[in-house]
């Protein structure tokens, strides 16, 4: 299993309060991702030995989550500020092959018999600023947007595509509404505020804190303050 991350990662954090039930990985800018314990499992429950995760940071998922790999070309990949709930599941595959005369796989069930070769799903994706519900099942090959919400115990189906700053939850998940209007949603797309270091974020904290939905004039003029925060500090950065 191979774990990434971002390049400012420092470490584990191993005497964290929350280590007795999370890997906590610590980034120098202060923020901390939390993967719950026994996370990576394969088709036969075990710690899985191959594929590729990523997460960034101040990102997790809550206790009793786990991700499936079946192959070493799987992969899950999540961005930063990703709230997940309890008991996740995301399988990244266990496809069998249906254009053959059976799906089973005969190879499992005695020496020498084989079976086609498993598709595989593309890579799962889930990208910043996403808050999924406690004990929603992922699919292989889906991509979360940015901003999504996706409500507890909803099933993605293989290859689940969203909108930016959509709510989606059933089984299987539809949108149901949109987090703010499309002028808030196109202009927090553009500011893409995760981009941005944990100090910024504090510097510009009380505006995390306003209603987004109530007067579409006064979100935008947020986040157009906000856009003139990130351009003054990207310019004093280029000159240091």
């Known amino acids: 299993m191979e774990v990434f991350t971002e390049s400012d990662y420092?470490?584990?954090?191993?005497?964290?309060?929350?280590?007795s039930e999370f890997t906590v990985l610590a980034y120098a800018d202060g923020g901390q991702s939390?993967?719950?314990?026994?996370?990576?499992?394969?088709?036969?429950?075990?710690?899985?030995?191959?594929?590729?995760?990523?997460?960034?940071?101040?990102?997790?998922?809550?206790?009793?989550s786990l991700v499936k790999y079946?192959?070493?070309?799987?992969?899950?990949?999540?961005?930063?500020?990703?709230?997940?709930?309890?008991r996740l599941r995301f399988l990244l595959n266990g496809q069998h092959e249906t254009r053959t005369i059976s799906t089973y796989m005969f190879s499992a069930a005695a020496p020498g018999l084989q079976n086609a070769p498993p598709p595989q799903y593309a890579d799962s994706v889930i990208k910043n600023?996403?808050?999924?519900?406690?004990?929603?099942?992922?699919l292989g090959g889906g991509i979360i947007e940015n901003g999504c919400i996706i409500g507890a115990r909803s099933l993605l189906p293989p290859n689940f595509r969203s909108e930016p700053y959509g709510i989606y939850?059933?089984?299987?998940?539809?949108?149901?509404?949109?987090?703010?209007?499309?002028?808030?949603?196109?202009?927090?797309?553009?500011?893409?505020?995760?981009?941005?270091?944990?100090?910024?974020?504090?510097?510009?904290?009380e505006m995390f804190l306003q209603d987004m939905t109530s007067d579409e004039d006064r979100a935008l003029e947020i986040i157009a303050t906000l856009q003139a925060s990130r351009r003054q500090f990207e310019s004093t950065a280029e000159k240091t």
């Open 34 to 64: 939390v993967i719950p314990h026994n996370f990576f499992r394969d088709w036969l429950d075990r710690e899985a030995q191959t594929g590729n995760f990523y997460i960034g940071r101040c990102s997790g998922f809550g206790v009793g």
């Open 169 to 205: 939850a059933g089984s299987p998940a539809r949108l149901i509404r949109y987090r703010f209007s499309e002028r808030v949603r196109a202009a927090l797309l553009e500011l893409a505020w995760w981009d941005m270091p944990l100090s910024w974020i504090r510097d510009n904290n």
């Open 70 to 86: 079946d192959a070493g070309l799987q992969s899950l990949c999540v961005g930063r500020y990703v709230a997940g709930g309890l």
């Open 10 to 19: 420092t470490g584990v954090v191993n005497d964290s309060p929350l280590a």
């Open 129 to 138: 600023d996403v808050w999924i519900g406690d004990e929603v099942m992922m």
